[in-house]
């Protein structure tokens, strides 16, 4: 089966691209950074489309290159605040994540898990919003399924935590 590789790229993108900037934004808190994580990761799958051996779980592999992204942009964020750090100019503080009708609830929660260790907040994303099973949660961030169960708990301990200080 030949597929037109502009053809699919672009599908893909449509069907994709939003939930995908979605999860990016909670993974980086910052729309910028998520939209550029997306864009780079639909870059790579059209400049290695001759590498991808599955042409049929191409919404996968985009999804993990989106999450690769973002640990590379995310590793990019703590050093620029390292340098702003040092520099005495540190701004601190991260985009809200954006959606259709946030309450005030949701921004809240929103906040706390983009407070979660990176391994935590990945694993909470993935999970609940993603809505994956552990086997998949584990797959995409290359864990195994005790680590992946290991974070969920602890992420979610901490949010329990965090939501009754809070309040």
Do not use: K
């Given at each position: 089966l030949l597929l037109d590789r502009d053809v699919v790229v672009h599908d893909l993108f449509v069907e994709h691209g939003r939930q995908l900037v979605r999860l990016a934004v909670l993974l980086v808190g910052d729309r910028g950074l998520a939209e550029e994580a997306v864009q780079e990761a639909f870059v790579a799958v059209y400049r290695n489309w001759d590498g991808v051996r599955d042409k049929t779980s191409l919404?996968?592999?985009v999804r993990a290159a989106v999450v690769?992204?973002?640990r590379s942009a995310?590793?990019?964020?703590?050093?620029?605040?390292?340098?702003?750090?040092?520099?005495?100019?540190?701004?601190?503080?991260?985009?809200p994540v954006e959606s259709d009708a946030p309450t005030e609830e949701a921004l809240r929660i929103a906040e706390l898990v983009r407070r979660l260790p990176q391994?935590?907040?990945?694993?909470?994303?993935?999970?609940?919003?993603?809505?994956?099973?552990?086997?998949?949660?584990?797959?995409?961030l290359e864990l195994e399924i005790g680590t992946v169960k290991r974070h969920a708990h602890r992420a979610i301990q901490r949010l329990h935590k965090d939501l009754e200080v809070n309040r």
């Open positions: 919404a996968g592999y690769n992204q973002c995310q590793r990019g964020l703590v050093r620029a605040r390292r340098l702003r750090d040092r520099m005495g100019a540190f701004q601190g503080g991260m985009a391994r935590q907040r990945e694993v909470v994303v993935c999970r609940y919003y993603l809505d994956l099973t552990e086997a998949q949660t584990a797959a995409l």
